[in-house]
């Protein structure tokens, strides 16, 4: 008992406590400071993931578009409505209630 209380007079032992103290809970990065920064990182490895194999995806499209006319052709009647100048264009939209 005396030589836990002659450890907890310690002035060294004391500073070493509040240093840890100090360094876990209040300091800018603290133990729950790191834990988000770990979880942010974490989801933005994902996304990076993601946004990379959309960028393949809209290479491959445009490698394709660049390449193969007809399908150049397609792409813009679809996306862009765009038509022949002696064509009509009929655009349908479904309802999507169901």
Not at 30 to 53: C, H, I, P, W
Not at 82 to 87: A, G, W, Y
């Amino acid at each position: 008992m005396k030589r836990l209380l002659d450890l907890i007079k310690n002035k060294f032992f004391l500073v070493t406590v509040a240093f840890v103290i100090w360094m876990v809970f209040f300091d800018k990065n603290d133990v729950f400071s790191q834990y988000e920064y770990r979880q942010q990182l974490n989801k933005l490895k994902q996304e990076q993931g993601f946004y990379k194999t959309e960028t393949e995806k809209v290479k491959n499209d445009l490698n394709e578009l660049s390449s193969d006319k007809a399908k150049l052709e397609k792409f813009a009647r679809e996306k862009y409505l765009m038509k022949k100048d002696n064509e009509d264009v009929f655009v349908i939209l479904h309802d999507k209630k169901k």
